[in-house]
């Protein structure tokens, strides 16, 4: 086993697609994930690997697609206003069918927002962000030693379904130190017939390419595509369930909003409250089934987010409003206190109660 | 059966092309696949199609091909080409693409000397879109955005590519050709055929401007075309070399 | 104690950061569960900055130290903000070379060590921040004596051997250091 090291949120990613083959990087500098950048033009040059920093968001995540379309492993990492920048090219990679890896270290927003934690980007990243019929594979780590293994992760799943990907984190993950050991990673193979590796006069052409004028075309494309996401909704959600087992109130958090919530559920069945948690680490696909079933055995569930109130609708979805869902959320970039979400739990308890 | 003279380069496909009648693309694209193939390079050649009337270019040359969004041509054929140096990777862009949505990008790859070719058709006016003001749109020249005449008080000037990349460092071959004429059409080749030369010797960026027509969306006859072309845009835009890095060398 | 929170503040350039990393590599060390979390942005760069250490003998919740077990502090502001989120019986370390008051709370033990004019006098005036974290491991044991040396082995770099010793010194002067 690999020795224990720390190190922050932001060179973990880095160091983990290094390990997972990653090695093409484009970037452009923006806090809070500008580490990523300058680990990456530390390490790639000493590994044979090419690191640039693009003139733009847009730039780099084009220059993605060129690395992507050559069948090899590439990724590009920003924070929200710059994963907007990239969002055309992100439908592009979708439409293209390509596999990569985006790294979004969010903050708050809209607009330029602030510099501090943010999850208010969950519905660009699970819902769209371009334009057109298309899902990301989205992992979001509460670790840093998550974010080790869901960057490794994403880029398997993403080349086995030929989709890119996208690791959902937020300004404190990307800063903060833990301890992680850099191990059990795997590099699966998968079909790379469609890359463009010159033909060699040997094989037909091969095209990477979202354009079609034929309507019946396009949509049969589209059918197609969706055809692999059902495979991922059947066969990748992934998720953790803390303090589950004899559960009244089922809290929702993902990324850093999990970690404030443990402390809450701690508080809470000090008190002698029945709550736990249901940890959604695949944003899409969502974890629909396991809330489902919650929503049988539960009173209630308190969602947690650095947002609105983003993925409180997923959970409203997928428990098919069979119980109250209640909201926890601060946004902007402050980040929810173990207090507020207990006293959100707390009302959970009374409301849920009332039925 | 008598002996062939004349026949389709191998690089293009069998695929019948799309554009108007009178259009230069198809001399364009020809020079281009002439140039795979004197080199022998189509196996390892990538091109970038780009967003505009060239769009299907990826239905044309037998060689890879990855089709762009509008305007980020030269960023994913730097990916393309940083993924293996031994590629051979082109773009084929219009004005509208590289010369308004994709300027950025255009500098940049210049400025980085990313080792690609750009073949860059300026025929002053958006095509695919139905004839809307370019960049590159001369100034008094009447479109369907600019119904009185490009007026440049209002909306500036037409962009000069090659002579604004020419300022740059970075860049290693700059040339503007034309097609409107036999010597011209083998200018062209050549320039081509340069351009791709000096990639294979990992000499750097280069880009060759092809000054041509639309006589569609221009509202003119092919021949009339050639002749505003002689008339309104050679003058606006001289052709020859702005940058060799590697020329006086040659000639010595 | 099952999980100790600890928090240094002060101004940006203090060694706030690097003060908390230096109790992170205990964590590692010792095998325990540790986070380290700093403020970022541009409030680092001569603003005032903190930094959140959370230290565990089970899996960490939240790496946010809203309420200090231990807090140290490097300047008035930082007293000021962050005094009253100290949980009772919590320990405060803070510079009175900076700081030109005493602790206000009576329900917590509170350190007063005149770190900057000590590293000043011993000609090692950027390790004021160290002086403070000798101090805090002789009043917490949180960091084991023997680990000082590993721990500046792992954090500073193998090209300024200088200043292993000079930090070695300043943990050494903050540990001896009595009121």
């Known amino acids: 086993m690999a020795d224990k090291v720390l190190m922050k949120g932001n060179e973990a990613i880095a160091e983990a697609a290094i390990m997972a083959g990653c090695n093409f990087y484009f970037g452009y500098p923006i806090t809070p994930q500008t580490e990523v950048a300058a680990y990456m033009a530390k390490r790639m040059p000493k590994i044979g690997g090419t690191f ?21 492993r590439v990724m590009t990492s920003s924070s929200s206003p710059g994963v907007s920048l990239k969002a055309e090219g992100i439908s592009y990679m979708a439409g293209c069918d390509l596999p990569a890896l985006i790294v979004n270290v969010q903050r708050g927003g809209p607009g330029l927002g602030g510099i501090q934690p943010s999850q208010s980007d969950y519905f660009q990243a699970v819902k769209g962000g371009g334009h057109g019929d298309y899902h990301l594979f989205v992992v979001a780590p509460a670790s840093v030693q998550e974010m080790v293994s869901l960057t490794a992760h994403a880029f398997n799943v993403a080349e086995k379904y030929r989709v890119p990907a996208m690791l959902l984190a937020d300004g404190t993950l990307g800063q903060m130190m833990e301890p992680v050991v850099l191990d059990n ?60 087992e004899d559960a009244e109130v089922c809290v929702v958090a993902f990324g850093i909003s999990s970690r404030v919530s443990k402390n809450a559920i701690m508080a809470a069945r000090a008190k002698g409250l029945k709550v736990g948690m249901i940890r959604p680490i695949t944003l ?63 009302d959970a308890f009374n409301v849920g109660g009332e039925q | 059966m008598g002996e062939v003279v004349f026949k389709k380069p191998h690089s293009l496909t069998d695929n019948q092309f799309h554009y108007c009648p009178g259009c230069t693309h198809g001399i364009i694209h020809r020079l281009v696949a002439e140039v795979l193939d004197e080199l022998q390079i189509e196996g390892r050649t990538i091109g970038v199609a780009s967003v505009g009337c060239s769009v299907f270019t990826y239905n044309y040359f037998k060689c890879d091909m990855v089709q762009a969004a509008h305007g980020r041509a030269p960023a994913v054929a730097t990916g393309v080409k940083r993924s293996d140096p031994n590629n051979i990777v082109f773009t084929y862009q219009g004005d509208g693409d590289l010369a308004s949505i994709g300027t950025a990008e255009t500098v940049h790859s210049a400025t980085r000397n990313e080792n ?51 300022e740059l460092e970075g860049p290693t071959y700059l040339e503007r050709v034309t097609v409107d004429n036999v010597k011209h059409v083998n200018a ?16 750097g960026f280069s880009l060759i401007e ?26 606006y835009y001289p052709l020859g070399v702005y940058k060799d890095k590697y020329a006086e060398k040659e000639d010595k | ?58 899996v960490i919740g939240s790496p946010i130290v809203e309420k200090p077990d231990i807090l140290v502090v490097m300047n008035l502001p930082s007293l000021d903000k962050y005094e009253s989120a100290v949980v009772p019986g919590g320990k405060i370390f803070y510079d009175c070379s900076l700081i030109d008051r005493k602790v206000n709370r009576t329900d917590v033990q509170a350190f007063a060590v005149p770190a900057t004019k000590m590293a000043a006098d011993n000609g090692m005036p950027t390790l004021a ?33 200088d200043l292993k010793e000079l930090n070695a010194k300043a943990i050494k002067m903050g540990y001896d250091y009595e009121a």
């Open chain 1, 185 to 244: 990673i795997t590099v699966e193979e998968h079909d790379k017939s469609w890359a463009l590796t010159g033909t060699k006069m040997e094989r037909e052409h091969n095209v990477i390419n979202s354009l079609s004028m034929l309507p019946e075309e396009l949509e049969q494309w589209n059918i197609d595509r969706f055809k692999r996401y059902e495979a991922m909704e059947e066969q990748e959600p992934m998720w953790e369930e803390y303090e589950m």
């Open chain 2, 210 to 235: 092809v000054v041509s027509t639309c006589p569609t969306n221009w509202g003119m006859t092919p021949e009339k075309s050639l002749e505003w072309l002689q008339e309104n845009m050679l003058p």
């Open chain 2, 188 to 203: 062209a080749k050549k320039a081509i055929k340069k351009a791709f030369q000096y990639q294979m010797e990992g000499k």
């Open chain 3, 1 to 58: 104690m099952a999980q100790t929170g600890i928090l240094f503040a002060g101004f940006g350039g203090q060694g706030i950061l690097f003060s908390g990393k230096f109790l992170a590599y205990e964590g590692l060390i010792s095998d325990k569960q540790v986070s380290w979390l700093p403020s970022y942005g541009p409030e680092m760069r001569g603003g005032t900055a903190s930094c959140s250490v959370v230290f565990s003998d089970e």
């Open chain 1, 284 to 346: 899409w696909p969502f974890p629909k089934k396991v809330l489902r079933a919650a929503a049988d055995k539960v009173k209630a569930f308190v969602t947690v987010e650095m947002n609105m109130g983003q993925m409180f609708e997923d959970v409203e979805l997928a428990t098919r409003c069979l119980k109250p869902v209640l909201k926890c959320n601060r946004t902007g970039g402050c980040i929810p206190t173990p207090e507020h979400v207990l006293s959100v739990i707390e």
């Open chain 2, 116 to 166: 690609i070719t750009i073949i860059f058709v300026n025929n002053a006016i958006y095509g695919m879109t139905g004839g809307q003001m370019a960049p590159t749109s001369l100034p008094g020249q009447v479109t369907q955005t600019s119904p009185y005449g490009r007026d440049v008080k209002t909306v500036g000037y037409p962009v000069r590519i090659c002579e604004m990349l020419s």
């Open chain 1, 52 to 72: 640039l920093q693009a003139e733009s968001e847009v730039a780099a995540i084009n220059m993605c697609i060129g690395v992507a379309s050559t069948g090899k």
């Open chain 3, 129 to 161: 921040n160290m002086i403070l974290v000798g101090k805090m491991i002789k009043e917490t044991g949180l960091i084991s004596t023997e680990h000082v040396e590993k721990i500046i082995d792992k954090i500073v770099s193998a090209r300024h051997q």
